[in-house]
């Protein structure tokens, strides 16, 4: 009778499981192949007659596209993401370290800070081109008026300070991720090992290096490696604020693989760039879970 109960239990399980795997497939997994199928096949919009396989042609076209420097768009994300994922995490680490202590009004000043996280990119991203607006922009404005600028610049004409431009934009985006994150781990932090180091002589910051951060270790891990998934994957802020221009100088790979589908109707060369990007975030990934599990284990 209990073997019985036990086969209905699994049977249920296994129908309440499928409608969740029909999803993951539909909306996840088969876009995922067929990006990778189009990624290796001739597919324009403007001549579907001649869809075909064409083997790495795509890749080929992209490394060879005279419109664009690949070597410069890789280096473009790389700055892009490495520089935004710092200042990210050093800043929302330390915003979260302020908000551990309680004061008066932390929750209302918590929430005007997670705020910003729940917003669209993309508009954050056309708040920040007006910031930093050549004419009539605040940032100018308030440079101007402390006698750091003589007259006002553009930064976001300017290919030297549009790259620097859109990631301190991501940087002041990405901030709540960390700091909701880093908060929750340390508010788990037993007070008792505190108050031990402290007993064994370490000041604040021996207890935030030999207590803090190897404790919220595995949330560190893991927050880091979704960021960086996600800058990768992110081109809202860009595309508000200079769609890749001046001259490519904010041109990443998400923000190409949009502008090949959009404007050149090329959704081979863009499903080729996506297929690249898929590639990156794996090898980094597979490296960086490694090179993690390896310190711990030794830790």
Known sequence: MALSSNKIAGRAYLWMFLPTAALLLLFIYFPVFRGIVAAFTRYTMLDLSKTRFNGVDNFVAIFNDPNIKFIRILFNTALWVLISLLGQFILGFTLALLLRKPFRGRGVYTGFVF????????????????????????????????????????????????????????????????????LAALQSIPKELYESAEIDGAGKVGQLFHVTI????????????????WIMNFPDIIYGMTNGGPANATNILATEMIIKITKSYDFGQGSAIGFIIITILFVFAFFYLRFVARKELIL
Request: zero cysteines; charged letters at 5%.
């Open 115 to 182: 705020y910003t996280w729940a917003l669209s990119g993309f508009a954050i991203g056309l708040v920040w081109s007006w910031l930093f607006n050549g004419q009539f922009g605040v940032i100018n404005d308030i440079l101007i008026r402390l006698g750091i600028l003589k007259s006002p610049i553009g930064f976001l004409s300017n290919p030297r300070l549009a790259m620097m431009s859109v990631i301190i934009a991501n940087i002041w985006y990405g901030i709540p991720f960390f700091a909701i994150m880093l």
């Open 214 to 229: 190897p404790y919220i270790q595995s949330t560190i891990t893991s927050t880091v490696l979704l960021r960086f998934m």
